[in-house]
């Protein structure tokens, strides 16, 4: 099973980004999926994630502002970003629990992230 997140590039303050991630390989289910983020400073965050069911979370900051949804014939899952600000920059990673049909649990499998870097 693998992830690959793309979308990420540089953009002006104001801005709109969308973040794409999408699973591939032995899947025999998706339950939730979400994306972090990594900033300069080293923190790491929840930005959002969104179940199985369709219920989303988001981190309180960014709320109005940024919007998960998922394609699940695609296994994919996207991130709209808009209204971005310069504290936004970050790596941002996705992240999924994925039953394979190899493994018989749930696991979680991350992307290789994505950079986003938002100039004032």
């Known amino acids: 099973v693998q992830l690959q997140a793309s979308g990420g590039g540089l953009v002006q303050a104001g801005g709109s980004l969308r973040l794409s991630c999408a699973a591939s390989g032995s899947i025999f289910r998706i339950n939730d999926m979400g994306w972090y983020r990594q900033t300069p400073g080293n923190q790491h965050e929840l930005v959002a994630a969104?179940?199985?069911?369709?219920?989303?979370n988001y981190a309180d900051s960014l709320k109005g502002r940024f919007t998960i949804t998922t394609d699940n014939a695609k296994n994919t899952v996207y991130l709209q970003m808009n209204s971005l600000k310069p504290e936004d920059t970050a790596v941002y990673y996705c992240?999924?629990?994925?039953?394979?049909?190899?493994?018989?649990?749930?696991?979680?499998?991350w992307g290789q992230g994505t950079e986003v870097t938002v100039s004032s």
């Open positions: 969104i179940s199985s069911g369709g219920r989303t």
């Open positions: 992240n999924a629990f994925i039953k394979s049909h190899i493994v018989g649990d749930f696991r979680s499998y």
